[in-house]
């Protein structure tokens, strides 16, 4: 009997941490007629609003490795959503596509900051239809090409607590004569 009531519990204990999971919600949105689709991810067993993080990711895009990345640092503190910089069905086969990918957004300052700016607004309404982001605490994270996009809305005057860019591709302005609005 003792053994039984033993593994019950331990059933219980499995079962109920096993309802708490990372949470990948792949989320759409268009920009200028083309369709786009980010990933929010977080922790569901939290019910707090924790920090928002905004993911810019390298020139792969939104991709397994990203989330997997995403899921990393979202933890059960953070609320991450990786943006798609590219738009939907995105799929590079070689170095080539996605060097022209990233020619394309780099060479239109306006594209990349519209781009990156739709993908920040729709993480914090999303965020905030769920309850989950204190959008008073919003930070980004960048990589690559990512990072100078992210850079690129820093510049534009949009609120971060923080940044972080690794590796960053592209850290000068596409416009260096132009305002800097980093707040």
Same mark, same amino acid.
């Given at each position: 009997?003792? &053994?039984?009531?033993?593994?019950?519990?331990?059933?219980? *204990?499995?079962?109920?941490?096993?309802?708490?999971?990372?949470?990948?919600?792949?989320?759409?949105?268009?920009?200028?007629?083309?369709? !786009?689709?980010?990933?929010?991810?977080?922790?569901?067993?939290?019910?707090?609003?924790?920090?928002?993080?905004?993911?810019?990711?390298?020139?792969?895009? $939104?991709?397994?490795?990203?989330?997997?990345?995403?899921?990393?640092?979202?933890?059960?503190?953070?609320?991450? !959503?990786?943006?798609?910089?590219?738009?939907?069905?995105?799929?590079?086969?070689?170095?080539?596509?996605?060097?022209?990918?990233?020619?394309?957004? &780099?060479?239109?300052?306006?594209?990349?900051?519209?781009?990156? =700016?739709?993908?920040?607004?729709?993480?914090?309404?999303?965020?905030?239809?769920?309850?989950?982001?204190?959008?008073?605490? $919003?930070? =980004?994270?960048? !990589?690559?090409?990512?990072?100078?996009? *992210? *850079?690129?809305?820093?510049?534009?005057?949009?609120?971060?607590?923080? *940044?972080? $860019? !690794? &590796?960053?591709?592209?850290?000068?302005? $596409?416009?260096?004569?132009?305002?800097?609005?980093?707040?």
């Amino acid at each position: 009997m003792r &053994h039984f009531i033993l593994a019950s519990a331990a059933l219980m *204990l499995i079962s109920s941490s096993a309802s708490a999971t990372m949470v990948e919600r792949k989320i759409g949105y268009e920009i200028g007629g083309k369709a !786009f689709e980010g990933v929010l991810v977080y922790d569901d067993s939290v019910k707090v609003k924790r920090p928002a993080i905004l993911m810019e990711p390298d020139w792969k895009g $939104v991709n397994p490795n990203a989330v997997a990345t995403a899921r990393e640092v979202a933890g059960k503190d953070y609320v991450v !959503f990786v943006a798609d910089l590219f738009g939907v069905g995105y799929a590079p086969k070689d170095v080539k596509e996605m060097a022209a990918a990233v020619a394309a957004v &780099h060479g239109d300052i306006n594209l990349m900051r519209v781009r990156g =700016g739709n993908a920040l607004d729709v993480m914090l309404a999303e965020g905030g239809k769920l309850g989950i982001i204190d959008s008073a605490k $919003v930070a =980004g994270i960048g !990589f690559c090409f990512g990072g100078g996009a *992210l *850079l690129e809305l820093a510049r534009e005057g949009r609120e971060f607590k923080a *940044l972080t $860019v !690794f &590796h960053v591709t592209y850290p000068q302005s $596409v416009d260096p004569t132009g305002p800097s609005q980093i707040k």
